[in-house]
Each structure stands twice: as C-alpha cells, then as structure tokens.
C-alpha cells in the first residue's frame, strides 16, 4: 500500500514538471497567437481606427464593404486577383522545374556535383527578400542585364521590355523573383522525396525492360504523388504570404495597383491608412483562404501515404 | 545510377543543358551583385553588361556634405557610401547590429523555448497532453500575416513599440520549433534519463545538461531557420521600428533605395555588406540547411 502510493506521487511529480515544461510556450502561444487570431476577427467587427481609441461595433459591415467597395482605388477585389495570379503564376513552373530539375540531379553519377548543383541552386534562397528584390530592381533596370538577356532570346536589340512599368510584366517580374529565390528549396524538398524511393524498385523496373523515359511515368511519378501535392499546397501556401518583394518592387517606383498583394493591402490599409477594423477583416479573409488550404494539407499528408 | 556508366546518351546531354542553364539562371544575380558592388553606375547600366569592374568608367563622387566637394572613385566607393548612408550618419551599422542583437536573441530563445515544451510534451506523460500538442500546432494555421494587426495592437498596448522587446518578444518561439524538438526527443532513450534520476539529478537539471546537449543537429537547424527568418524579416520591424536607430537592415535597404542620391552601385554594396553573415553561416553550415529540416521548414514560410 505504502509502495502504491509512492509510485503515485512520482507519477504525480512527474506530469507536474511535463506541464510546467511546456507552461512558458503555452503562455505564449496564448498572448501572441490565439489571442491575437480572436482579437482580429473581433476588430473586424468594429470601425476601430489607429487614432481615435473608441471603435463601434457595426457588424459584418466591413466585410460588405471589402467586397463591394473600390476602397480607394485598391479594393478587395484587386488584391485577391493580384495574390491569386501570383501564386498560381508562381507555384505551378516552380513545382514542374523544381521536379524535373530534383529528377535529373537524381540521375547524375557523381554525388560531388549532386552536392554542387544544389547548393548552387539553394544559394538564392541565402539572401535576404529584400536584397533579392534590390538586385532585380537594377536587373529588370531599362537599361539593366534582363532586357539585355530577354533581347538576345528574341533576336532583338534595343527592345525595352518595361520589366517594371507595364501591368502585365510588373506581375511576371514578382513571379521571376519568387521563382529564382526558392526554386533550389523546392529542388531540395523533391530530392528528399525522391531519394526515399527504394532503389529496388528502380532495378526490378530495369529488370523488366523499361527504359528511363517509361520508369518516370510508371514507376517514380505515381510514387512521389503525395511529395508533388503536399510541395505544392506548401508552395501556395507560400505564395499567398508574398509581401517583401511587392513592397520593395512598389517603394523603388513601380505602380502598387497591379501588385498589390492581399498582404500588401492589409499594411497599407492597416497601417499607413490607420484603418485598422478594415483591414482585420481582410486579415481573416487571408486566414480562411489559408486554413483551407491547410485543411486540404492535412488530409494529404494523411491519407495518401504511399507504402513502398 | 551505376547501370548507366559508360554511355553519355543523348538524354544525358540534355540533362547536362539543362542544369547547367538553370545554374546561370541561380547564380547570375548573385555573380552581378558581386561585381556590381565594386562599379560606378555607369558601368553597371552600360550596355552590354560588363562583368569585370573597371577603373574606365570612374567618376568622382559628390560628397553629401553640402560643401560639394568631389572625392575621386576607388573600387571601396560604394562600400564607403553604403556604410555611410547618404548623410553621412553611421545608421547602417546602428541597423547592422540590432538585426544580429534580434535574429541571435530570437534563434537562441527558440532553441531553449522550443527544446524546453518539446521534451515536455515527448517525455512526460500528463492529463491534457495530446491538448496541449495540438493546441501549438493549431498556431502553426495561424499566418503571421493574418494576425499582424492585432499583434501590432498588443505590442502598442504593452509599450513596446519600437524597443527590442517589440521586434524580439512576439518571435521567441515558433510552433514549428516546438514539434521539430518534439519529434526528434521522441526517439530519445528514456532509460538516460531514468538512469539520472536514480542518480539523483532534478528534472530541471537533466533537461539542461542531459537532454540539451544531446540534440545539437536539431538545434542548429533550429537555431538557423529562425535566425534567418528574423534576418529577412522586413513585414514586422515595418510595424514596430520607428525610429532610425531602432530599424533593422531590411529596413535599412528599403530606404536606402528609396533615397534619391541612392546609386545602383552603393545598393548593391548595401545588399552585399547584409548578406555577408547569412553567406558565412551557409557555407560553413551548409548541411544543415539542405539537410532533413528542409520538409517542415516551409511551413513557416
């Protein structure tokens, strides 16, 4: 009986010291994430401003004017339209290249330039959004290296391609950024997902007399479907977060209206603009675009594991 | 791939094209930001691009000290500028500096923070565990983005807007960190650390000098990631720093490009000088940001 209860106690002790272990995060997770996800949706409701400290409730007007207002030029509408074509001008060439490029590296003989190529490859990644964006501001430059490159791809000279002045190009020069700064990362994440194919496979597949073009669509690309989806949810989910290369892209000169970005509209309407109810509400917006997203992740990463 | 040795197929050719075009294309903004940080902008807009810098296209530079007194251009030109800013304040190491003081307190409160709720949650058996798992996990679906008003709102309300506690407090810890510890400390032989308890060590002390030593690879993957989310952060210390010398080098480089006197060659001398420490940190830790962390760590974006 004595012997039971000692057990107990320790037992008792021990999940005391589990639970204060975790009691910093849990607090802190708290006060800088849930509170601040119920906060949002609870501004969202009102007309708060950043200057005045009284703020009404006026329910869901907020949102109905997010969808149905121009708001000043740079409405709802407009952003949701910029971040989608952002992201799907973005994640699609990323995860196509970064998975032929993750297939070819595969094949290479040598691990040194395996090794090289993805360091190579990932060394974008190193810099900072900013500097990223500072480097293709000059890049994209009238006068700069990429209408110089772009002329010698199409056989012209002197062709200005307006990299930052027209809509269009304004918008594939944001995804050439995006494109050029992750790709090694996702060239990484494939590689991973390829290098946990069992080789045997390969070989009972050579065994029987497929060739290489064959043993990819049989064989390597039914495998590594779960790595494609999951990569590419986490390449949306990326996309939809954009904001350094806008905002830099916009401060050095080019035209906000084109590529201004969900995230992008939320600080200019929250912070510069002081509308801080309004912008909330595009928070939460984001937030319900992302938690599907995150949903759908999730019921991949569970359900589609692939048994080798 | 040993059944191919010996054939270079027409296949393996094209492999070869492509990888290597795609090479040019991942380094060459990298390769310019080298070369153009050493040029006058003349050259750097010349047409075509010529990558070797070159005293030819020297001109004198106007110093901003409104003497107007022209110095003659060496090759450290834009360096002297991209430290000197525009105004001859020394701001951009101010700048230079609370980015370290940031980034360091953030990655090394991560580690501690992260290790300490990971162990708890992976060694310990408690009501409410599985609660509290999913609970930090449930935060990893809370973009920053989408909570940063309300954040800025908590900040404000603290007093800790444009202060280090503002830039440092609302990063030091990220869910992410806590389940990579979790997962790694699941595999950690508990007869360690029962076998210290029979020696008498506190449940404290085994966490610090048992548990903790023992997850290094995690650790400096850990230590890594968020001290270079930190070191690009540019969103956050947009909303926090207000004043000059509070700014972090995001900050720095998106003024300095804003700034009219702002030559091409003193921003790619700006955008060089702060990438300097995330460089250094690559090359000698390279492993750990190709390795295994990788998978998860894109879900912080």
Sequence with gaps: ?308 | MNKFIGKHTVGEIIIWIFLILVLLFTLTPIIFMFTASFMDPRQILSMPYSWIPSTKFFTPVTLNDCTGTTIPRTFLTNFHKAIYGNNNNVIFLRNLLNSLIVAISCSVSTVLLGSLCGYGLAKFRFKGRTFVFMAIMATMMIPFEAIMIPLYMVTSSLKMIDSYRGLIIPFLVSAFGVFQMRQYLLTFPSEYLDASRVDGLGEFKIYWKIVLPNCTPVIATLGILSFRNQWDNLLWPLLVSQREKMKTIPLYITKFSEEKQTDEGALMAVALLASIPMFILFFTLSRYFLGGAAVYESRKG
């Excluded at chain 1, 906000?256 to 509308?275: A, E």
């Excluded at chain 1, 917006?285 to 080798?308: C, G, N, P, R, W």
Aim: with cysteine; aromatic share 16%.
């Design chain 1, 1 to 308: 009986m004595k012997n039971k209860n000692k057990t107990f106690s320790i037992e008792r002790k021990q999940a005391r010291w589990g639970f204060s272990f975790t009691l910093p995060c849990l607090l802190f997770f708290s006060v800088f994430s849930f509170y601040p996800i119920v906060n949002a949706f609870f501004t969202s409701l009102t007309n708060r401003m950043a200057v005045q400290r009284t703020s009404e409730f006026i329910g869901f007007d907020n949102y109905i004017y997010l969808f149905t207002k121009s708001n000043g030029g740079f409405s709802l509408m407009n952003s949701m339209r910029a971040t989608l074509t952002f992201t799907i001008g973005t994640f699609i060439p990323m995860v196509v290249i970064s998975l032929i490029l993750a297939v070819f590296l595969m094949q290479l003989r040598h691990p040194k330039s395996k090794q090289f190529f993805q360091l190579a490859y990932y060394t974008p990644a190193v810099l900072s959004s900013v500097v990223a964006a500072a480097i293709w501001l000059i890049l994209f430059d009238p006068r700069g290296l990429f209408n110089q490159f772009a002329n010698t791809l199409t056989f012209q000279s002197g062709h200005d391609f307006l990299w930052l002045v027209n809509n269009e190009m304004l918008q594939a020069s944001t995804m050439i950024v995006y494109f050029w700064k992750y790709i090694g990362y996702f060239v990484i994440l494939f590689i991973t997902g390829l290098a946990a194919i069992p080789p045997a496979i390969y070989e009972a597949a050579t065994v029987d007399g497929s060739n290489r073009w064959k043993t990819f669509w049989r064989i390597t690309l039914p495998l590594l479907k779960p790595t494609v989806v999951l990569v590419s949810i986490m390449a949306m989910l990326q996309c939809l977060k954009t904001f350094s290369t806008q905002y830099m892209f916009h401060q050095g000169g080019a035209a906000r209206q084109p590529i201004d970005v969900i995230t992008m509209n939320i600080y200019f309407t929250g912070i510069r603009n002081g509308r801080l109810g309004r912008a909330s509400a595009m928070s939460i917006i984001l937030f319900i675009i992302m938690l599907i997203l995150t949903y759908f992740q999730f019921a991949v990463s569970k359900s589609d594991d692939v048994e080798y």
